[in-house]
């Protein structure tokens, strides 16, 4: 295993953590909560991007900024990857378009997961929420824990292998069973 | 913008600007001092907002109040701001990055999908015995793919197929020569090669060619029956054009153990057979070489057989 900086993964995966706030705050923009700042990309030792945005009214809200990224990431991953995979899988030719594909496919795809801030942020929500008596909320339980261990499991690169899966793997298949 | 009478000294002040302590209000100045007196933390001490005042611009609406947004008073244009988040214009540049690189790299592998498209109706095509389309898609996804050398090799293939289903064997020759040329190891291609050799060689009058030809084919399974008896054939064939009585009597020994050596009860076997042994002991008795078409024009009777 080969620890490297997380800084540098985010610079080399740049397209990654500027989609990852676009997704938050393109969910912030449909559920109508205010924007204050936003930072799509910056050269920091512990934050690359975020985005700070207003109170958030409701529960299901705060559960669609949070994993906004999570949609929008491995989406986009899949559209982005899905026209590589066939030179590659079928008839084995690493050629330049696909491979710029692949890199940017899987650099978006492996920031998919919201980060710990989100999960904590989700986690207030729905402690509210279940107090309210919401108890889809509880559903968020299973999530934050999720988002916690993908983000524990980055250090083994658990992030990179999500977007292996969601970039390589599912067109693979996809190709396969047409 | 609204104002408060601070508590302490009396002075009107911008309410924007003062703070609420213990229930009252004061200025921003006599705020200040309170704190350093006071034992409490800083958390007793609440900033006092002025609904007419923009808290993210300062525009000042005079009577009115703001609407809140983020929870504090903001202007239309704020308002509109925070809740539209325009995205600066390198992220939107960088988006339109990302679509451009999508739809170049995605056009740049649009041959690859065309070739794939090509290969998968070329499949069943041969499968149903449609050796022309079937060519025709595999030629077209060659055609897609110029530099694909393995694609390349089994268009030949299935063009060679497609010649040879239609009797133009030196065509066919060239192709499965230009697939053999990529597939050396495969050994149904070079025997089907093998086969159309012969048969150009036979076409051309190269009887002594046919000849070492059939026994080569005949090498590769010394048992098969019908390659047997075309070895016989090139045998009668150099017998028809040289007058070599030793090929005669190899002819007629072969035919003669073929048809005695079949297995009882395979009836196609032993009418496939009898038809090619027909024509072979035509071509000893009148030194005639004729095709089978040829043939069959002679003896339209035996056709019915």
């Known amino acids: 295993?080969?620890?490297i900086?997380?800084?540098?993964?985010?610079?080399?995966?740049?397209?990654?953590?500027?989609?990852h706030e676009l997704?938050?705050?393109?969910?912030?923009?449909?559920?109508?909560?205010?924007v204050l700042e936003v930072k799509f990309f910056q050269f920091d030792m512990k934050t690359a991007g975020y985005v700070l945005h207003?109170?958030?009214?409701?529960?299901?809200?705060?559960f669609l900024v949070s994993v906004g990224p999570f949609i929008v990431n491995t989406l986009l991953c899949l559209l982005?990857?899905?026209?590589?995979s066939l030179p590659l899988r079928y008839f084995g030719d690493r050629n330049l378009a696909s491979m710029a594909l692949l890199w940017l496919g899987v650099s978006i795809g492996m920031h998919a997961f919201p980060s710990t801030q989100d999960a904590a942020n989700l986690m207030e929500h729905a402690k509210k929420a279940v107090a309210a008596?919401?108890?889809?909320?509880?559903?968020?339980?299973?999530?934050?824990?999720l988002i916690y261990v993908a983000n524990l499991l980055s250090v083994v690169w658990f992030d990179a292998l999500y977007g292996y899966f969601i970039g390589i793997l599912v067109p693979s298949w996809v190709l396969g069973a047409l | 913008m609204r104002s408060i009478t601070c508590s302490r000294c009396g002075a009107v002040a911008p309410r924007g600007e003062s703070l609420e302590y213990r229930g009252s209000d004061y200025c921003g100045r006599c705020g200040d001092d309170l704190r350093g007196e006071a034992d409490e933390g800083p958390e007793a001490f609440h900033p006092l907002v002025d609904p007419t005042v923009c808290a993210f611009c300062g525009a000042d609406g005079g009577d009115s109040e703001h609407a809140a947004a983020a929870g504090l008073p903001a202007c239309p244009a704020c308002a509109e701001r925070l809740y539209r988040a325009p995205l600066p214009r390198w992220v939107r540049g960088f988006l339109a990055a990302v679509a451009a690189v999508l739809v170049v790299c995605t056009a740049l592998n649009l041959p690859y999908y065309r070739a794939w498209l090509s290969i998968r109706r070329a499949g069943p095509a041969l499968a149903a015995g449609e050796h022309e389309r079937a060519a025709a898609f595999m030629g077209a996804a060659s055609a897609a793919l110029p530099d694909n050398r393995e694609l390349e090799g089994v268009a030949a293939l299935y063009a060679g197929l497609s010649l040879a289903a239609k009797g133009e064997e030196r065509e066919a020759l060239a192709r499965f020569r230009t697939y053999l040329s990529l597939n050396p190891a495969d050994q149904a291609a070079r025997f089907q090669a093998l086969s159309l050799e012969s048969a150009v060689a036979f076409e051309d009058g190269d009887y002594r060619t046919f000849y070492r030809l059939q026994t080569e084919i005949l090498a590769g399974d010394p048992a098969d029956p019908m390659r047997r008896l075309a070895k016989a054939s090139a045998a009668a064939c150099l017998w028809a054009a040289y007058g070599e009585a030793e090929r005669r009597a190899e002819a007629e020994a072969t035919v003669a153990a073929v048809l005695a050596g079949l297995p009882a009860g395979d009836r196609e076997?032993?009418?496939?057979?009898?038809?090619?042994?027909?024509r072979i002991r035509f071509r000893i008795d009148t030194r005639e070489i004729i095709d089978r078409d040829e043939y069959y024009r002679r003896h339209p009777e035996e056709a019915s057989k």
């Open chain 1, 54 to 62: 207003g109170p958030v009214d409701s529960f299901g809200t705060s």
């Open chain 1, 23 to 34: 997704g938050h705050l393109l969910f912030c923009r449909l559920r109508k909560v205010p």
């Open chain 2, 269 to 278: 076997a032993a009418a496939a057979a009898g038809e090619y042994a027909r």
């Open chain 1, 80 to 84: 982005i990857c899905m026209p590589a």
């Open chain 1, 1 to 3: 295993m080969i620890p």
């Open chain 1, 133 to 145: 008596r919401n108890f889809r909320a509880y559903l968020a339980y299973p999530v934050v824990g």
């Open chain 1, 5 to 19: 900086p997380g800084f540098i993964i985010s610079i080399l995966t740049f397209p990654g953590v500027i989609v």
